[in-house]
């Protein structure tokens, strides 16, 4: 009678799940993963590309900011669209009246492009290091079942 020789690395649940599965919905997960990092950093990269440069009215500022609480502002584009909101990137504190270049569209302003370049520069390194990570889970689990 023989006893069975235990793994070297340790079977977490996640990859008894990953190695039931077929190869092909392995691959298919992996790709709907990347598509769903991706979208973040192309939504606001579109807001950076169609972004105008503008002069922004700040409206109200609250004295004692809170949580996720700015200056709010009204502007107007180029083309005579009017917007409103929160203004991104210019401190929270008490701005009223003061007119600001910024960067706008019809429903956000930005007084710092560099605020809404966050989030496309900060997705791009969570999908590139992603495809990475997928990519040596998906080599290792190819070596441990033979394949590789």
């Known amino acids: 009678m023989t006893t069975p020789v235990p793994d070297s690395h340790p079977q977490t649940p996640l990859v008894r799940f990953l190695r039931s599965q077929s190869p092909r919905r392995r691959r298919l997960v992996a790709l709907l993963l990347l598509a769903a ?3 973040v950093p192309v939504a606001y990269g ?29 502007w107007t584009l180029p083309d005579g669209t009017k917007g409103s909101g929160v203004v991104d990137g ?19 302003a930005t007084a710092q492009l560099i605020i809404w370049l ?3 520069i900060n997705g791009v390194v969570v999908v590139v290091g992603a495809a990475l990570t997928l990519l040596v889970v998906g080599l290792r689990l190819r070596k441990a079942t033979g394949r590789g």
């Open 118 to 120: 966050l989030w496309p």
């Open 46 to 74: 579109w807001r950076v590309v169609t972004a105008e440069r503008v002069t922004i009215q700040l409206t109200d500022c609250p004295e004692q900011p809170g949580r996720d609480q700015g200056c709010r502002g009204m």
């Open 90 to 108: 210019y401190p929270p504190t008490n701005g009223d009246g003061v007119s600001v270049q910024g960067w706008a569209t019809g429903s956000r």
């Open 37 to 39: 990092f991706f979208s």
